[in-house]
């Protein structure tokens, strides 16, 4: 049902359902490295560390699961046929275990902070060691968690490392019951993303040609309700700067039409990247 709710702004959604119950629709090689992000911003962190784990090991097979169809995209984008991809299924014993069955990792690394409790179990029971890259713990989350208590650190006794962004978020899962030496602040995998030669030249072409002469500022990877506010901040910055471009990209790319609307309803005019379109200089 969620899935179908999704799928009217998303049609995406309505695919591959079978991956969500644990059948591989796509072909994975078994007995290699398992790597979850669950959506965009977690696979773009990922880039640095997928293509350090093929130099190191270029003999291992690597799959990459996602949860969203955005995520997928970017997935295969970004890695193309240097990694298999897949939905990692919903956290459900039989699921879990028949998609594990098939893919029979050696190592399983999952970005940021998604811990799925039937996963690690399935995980624990099988030996196969379980490691959190680029892991972050809010303190409205640790909160939540602390309510868990013996459950939490049971869960995060069976989990081989957690390397945290900060000391701030290593101290959070310390607090929660993870020990010292399962711990490891590695900072942001974001800051390891190198700026390729041709994306850099990618840029100041659009640069060129989305009006040059004109200052911009950009808010990108919104979430509903910030949208609002930016559009007001823009109507004050535009009292200032008349001749002001705003870039907006919503993180999901279901949004775009009620981001559009947003714009509209603002009495702004606009123009839309995803049909080619280019502002006015």
């Known amino acids: 049902l969620r899935l179908l709710l999704r799928s009217r702004k998303a049609p995406a959604y309505r ?9 591989c629709q796509n072909k994975v090689e078994p007995d290699g490295i398992l790597l979850h992000s669950v959506s965009v911003g977690e696979t773009l962190a990922a880039i640095p560390l997928v293509r350090a784990l093929r130099h190191r090991y270029p003999s291992m097979p690597i799959t990459v699961t996602t949860m969203t169809p955005t995520g997928s995209e970017r997935a295969m984008s970004a890695f193309g046929k240097d990694v298999h991809h897949v939905y990692l299924p ?31 179990a399935a995980l624990h029971k099988r030996k196969i060691p379980l490691v959190i890259a680029n892991a972050r713990l ?6 939540g968690y602390a309510k868990l208590g013996g459950f939490m650190r049971r869960l995060l006794s069976r989990i081989t490392l957690i390397a945290a962004q900060n000391e701030e978020d290593g101290n959070r899962f310390l607090a929660l019951g993870l020990k010292r ?7 942001s995998l974001k800051f390891d993303i190198s700026v ?41 910055l535009l009292e200032t700067f ?4 705003l870039i907006l990209v919503p993180r999901h790319p279901e949004r775009f039409p009620d981001a559009r609307e947003m714009v509209q309803k603002a009495g702004m005019s606009f123009t839309l990247r995803s049909t080619g379109e280019i502002p006015s200089s």
């Open 90 to 120: 919903y956290d459900l014993p039989g699921a879990m275990n028949r998609f594990l069955n098939t893919v029979q990792p050696k190592l399983v690394i999952v970005m940021e902070t998604e811990l799925w409790p039937n996963m690690v």
């Open 242 to 245: 008349p001749n002001l471009l």
């Open 138 to 143: 809010s303190e409205r989350s640790a909160k």
């Open 181 to 187: 030496n399962q711990l490891a602040v590695t900072g």
């Open 15 to 23: 695919k591959r359902w079978a991956e969500r119950y644990g059948f």
């Open 196 to 236: 390729t030669p041709e994306l850099a030249a990618r840029a100041i072409t659009l640069r060129r040609q989305w009006a040059p002469h004109r200052k911009v500022w950009i808010a990108t990877s919104t979430h509903d309700g910030e949208e609002q506010i930016i559009l007001q901040a823009h109507k004050k």
